[in-house]
Structures are given as C-alpha cells and as structure tokens.
C-alpha cells in the first residue's frame, strides 16, 4: 500500500502544477485578446507609407520603417518580400503569406506577358516597390512571428504570470505545510507534557489524519492509554498489597507487645510470630510470582503440556483427597509443547485448578477437559461450587480480589494465570456453569513437537 503522505506530496505538487498552468494559459488568453488589434490595418495606408519612406531614403530608410513597431497595430507587421523571396529583415514569413505572395507574383507575371506594367493598380493600390538599382519587393502586412515562449515572453505577461505562481504555490504549500506541521505541533506538545506526569494526555481525535501522521497520533495515544493503564494497576497493586500486609503486620506487633507484658505466653505468642511470618513469607512469594509472570521470558523455551499437566493434576489430587473432592481430567495429546517458561505455566495451570478445588464444597467434583483447537489447546477447568455473579466474572482475574473474603488466599493466584496467559499469547476467560459453579477456559499457544 502505497504511503499516504507520499501520496498527500505528490497529490499537492501537482495540483499546484495544474494550477499555475491553468493560471498561465488564462492570463495568455486574456492578454492575447487585449493585445489583439480591433482592425487589420489597410493596405493602402501602408502602401503610401512605404513609398513615402522609399522615396525619401531608399531602401534603408523603408527597412528601418519597417523594423519599427510602433509603425503598426499591435500583433501585426508588414513583410517586404523580394523576387527571390527574401523579406527585407531577414525574417521568416508564414506560409500562408508566402502562397500569397507566390500567388501576386504569379498574377503580376502574367500580367507582364499581357503587356500590362507593374503600376497597374492591384485591390486599389501598386503592389510593386521598385528601388533605384531596379530591384523590386512586394510589401504585405501580416501577423508578427510569434517570440520564442509565446506570448508569455511579453514582459507584463511574465511578471504576472510569475507572480500568481508564486502566490498559488505559497497558498497551496502553506496548506500542506498546516495540514503537517498542526497535527506534529500537537503531537510533540503532547509529548511533553506527558514527560513532566501528565498521563491523561492525549494527542486526540482533532489531529488524527489518514496519513503516517495521524498513524502516529493514534500509537502515541494508545501508548499513553497503556501506560496510564499500567501506572494505576501499579498504584492499586501497591495499596493491596500494603493492606494485604497490614493485617499480619498488625497481629505480629500486638504478639510482640504481649510477649514483653505477658512473659508466661511466650511460647503460645511466639507460635503466632511464626504463623504471621509464613503468612508474610507466603504473600511476598506470590507478589514476586506475579511480579515474574508479569515479565516475558521463557518465550524461547518449549515445555511438553502434557508433562505439566500431569504434575498439577497429581498435586491437584492429593489436595482434593483432604477435602473429599473427585479430579477428572482427560488425558492431554502428548507431541503437544507450550513456548513458555515451566515454572510460570505450571503455576498459571495450578492456580486454576486450586481456585476450582477452594470453591468446590466437600463431594463435590472438579473436571478439567482438554481439546485441540486450531493452533491452541484449551484447558477448562469445572467446579461444583456457589459459583461467581455475572458481574463479577471480570475482576476475578485482578490481583488481590476476593468474592470471599474468608476464604484462604490472598487474591493473587488467578491474576498470575492471566498475566502468564498474556505474555505466552494465550488467553483466559470465565463463565458461569450450565448448572452451578464455574469454568475457567485457558487457551494456550501450542507446537508440534
């Protein structure tokens, strides 16, 4: 596809092209038809002229008569045409005088042979100038030979034309020129103040063009929108997790403050120290976890589906067992390798499949099925439990949100599953259950192997 600035380039040199042209041709015609005479001049005035002149200088005085054009109407001259047919100044005469001429020579010839004298009047007047030395020319006023450039060399005429073309270039240029600079000027204005923190700053809509520019425009506002985007997950990621570390901060201080005023409880408070600790340890473990997944590497390493599967339904099932609960999952196709870091995959799959087990009432059963589909291979993972609202299946997937605040956890694990699924390129969505509880589809990019 060709560029679309070039294309707003090239378009605008030649509207200007044609515009000057169109201009030149115009003003050429307009001129043309002010310089035109409003009478050919009669040929018997300019024959008495030339006799005048003949007489009273020769052959001479009647060229330079005839040079001079301020002797004629403007546009017109007079040619004086030998028997040779070589005019007076050397200049070329138009065809269609030249047949004339060729046409009167001829007629005057045959009057000769008739006995008839070249002072016989021809059209009213003696057509024949004869010199001195005998030689004789034949005077016949026509149009003047067109100057090089037309008409376009007459000296009004160029400056004219010459001047609009300056104004139409500048108009049309100081347009494109507008049409360029407004949008950069916008642009890097934008720039700058999202430089000094200004994140809501946006290029917007008013300078969008269709061209590179405009392209332009659009990427820097969605960079912007990302980048703001980001900034305050970041924000509502750090105020989750201060509160999430309030809490056992809290309880590890008032343990503290118990074992210095009630020094008999020193072993049931420093129990509580290290539960508040693994607590703490826990937490900052699956911060870093989602701090990891959050960064795309491993991307150039293939790991087998089917073996990391396998390691998360074994561990999946040993959970299960401690609450009663039943884990079916199909036999994954093996050949089948994921472009993704182990670790963060198996995490992102566990995590799931954890969150199903939680949810899942004792009795109850967690299916996970498995199909190709295309150049994916999908993971849905079934619980039996309460299920989520409709309105809540989105922020399922943001770190620190609980449906139940009682429930284990901190809120990280299924966060961790999306921003693994984003940087391997796959995905992760959740729906309600046909009858109750929830399915979490995984699409994950696969291989051959």
């Known amino acids: 596809m060709m560029p679309r600035l ?26 043309a038809d002010d310089q035109m005479a409003e009478r050919l001049a009669d ?29 004629f109407l403007p546009g017109q001259t007079v040619y004086v045409v030998d028997t040779g047919g070589v005019e007076i100044l050397g200049r ?4 269609f005088l030249m047949d004339r001429l060729d046409r009167i020579w001829a007629m005057l010839e045959r009057w000769k042979g008739e006995g008839r004298d070249y002072d016989d009047r ?10 001195a030395d005998g030689s004789r020319w034949l005077a016949i006023p026509g149009p003047t030979s067109p100057p ?30 507008r049409s360029l600079a407004r949008p950069a000027g916008q642009i890097v204005e934008a720039v700058k103040r999202f430089a000094t923190g200004d994140m809501a700053t946006r290029v917007g809509s008013a300078s969008r063009s269709n061209d590179e520019i405009g392209e332009i425009a659009r990427q820097f506002d ?104 039943t884990v ?58 309460a299920g989520v609202p409709e309105d809540e299946l989105e922020r399922i997937f943001e770190p620190f949100y609980r449906l139940d605040t009682n429930r284990e956890g901190s809120g990280i694990g299924l966060a961790i599953t999306a921003r693994v699924m984003e940087q391997i390129g796959g995905s992760v969505d959740a729906r309600r259950a046909d009858s109750r509880g929830l399915v979490v589809t995984l699409s994950i990019p696969t291989t051959a192997e």
């Open 92 to 95: 070329d005469v138009p065809v």
């Open 6 to 31: 070039f294309l707003k380039l090239f378009g605008t040199f030649w509207i200007t092209t044609v515009l000057i042209l169109s201009i030149s041709i115009f003003a050429s015609f307009r001129l």
């Open 43 to 71: 040929p018997r005035e300019i024959d008495a002229s030339l006799r005048e002149e003949m007489s009273a200088g020769g052959l001479d005085a009647l060229r330079d008569w005839v040079a001079d054009a301020g002797n």
């Open 148 to 177: 090089r450039f037309g008409i376009l060399s007459t000296g009004n005429l160029r400056w004219l034309v010459v001047f609009l073309a300056a104004i139409t270039s500048l108009l049309t240029f100081w347009l494109l020129s």
């Open 328 to 385: 079916e999952c199909a036999e994954p196709a093996n050949g089948i390798s994921v472009p993704a870091d182990a670790t963060l995959l198996a995490s992102a799959i566990e995590n799931v499949v954890r969150n199903a087990i939680q949810a899942t009432s004792a009795g109850g059963k967690v299916t996970i099925a498995t199909h190709a589909e295309n150049n994916n291979y999908i993971i849905a993972v079934t619980d039996s439990g």
């Open 122 to 131: 021809y059209r009213g007047f003696t057509p024949v100038l004869e010199t």
């Open 222 to 325: 969605n960079m912007a929108s990302q980048l703001e985007s980001q900034r305050e997950s970041k924000r509502e990621l750090f105020r989750n997790i201060s509160h999430e570390l309030r809490a056992p901060l809290a309880r590890l201080q008032i343990a503290t403050e118990l074992l210095d005023r009630k020094p008999e409880q020193t072993d049931q408070q420093l129990v509580r120290v290290r539960s508040e600790i693994a607590v703490l340890d826990a937490l900052t473990a699956q911060v870093l976890s989602l701090t990891r997944a959050s960064q795309p590497e491993g991307r150039d390493q293939k790991v087998s589906l089917a073996e990391i599967l396998e390691r998360v339904v074994g561990n999946a099932r040993l959970e299960a067992n401690a609450k009663d609960l």
